[in-house]
């Protein structure tokens, strides 16, 4: 008697799924409120239209994208050292008989 395969074939949402990460694409589930409900999906619209999508991404990572990271060289640049003094006396300390 041959043996029985007990493996199942992929759901229909499964390999929907599937075909979706083949070109690239990633299933978001939000929870906004009923009056914001039109709003992001007009976004996710104008991210999904390749006419708009390059502007919407611009102005939507300007908005509410992460700081770009610096580094401690470009702080240092930036900082306000106005009123600092930065000069260092030459006292090289107490003497010491060796």
Known sequence: ??????????SAVAEHRRRLRSRGLQR???QVRGEDAPLVRAVAA??????????ARALLRRRF???????????????????????RSRDTGRAIDL
């Open 65 to 87: 994208g992460p700081e770009p990271t610096r580094s401690l060289k470009d702080l240092l640049a930036a900082a306000p050292l106005d009123d600092i003094d930065l000069t």
């Open 46 to 55: 104008a991210l999904a239209d390749p006419d708009q999508a390059g502007e």
């Open 28 to 30: 978001v589930e939000v």
């Open 1 to 10: 008697m041959p043996a029985k395969s007990t493996a199942k074939p992929p």
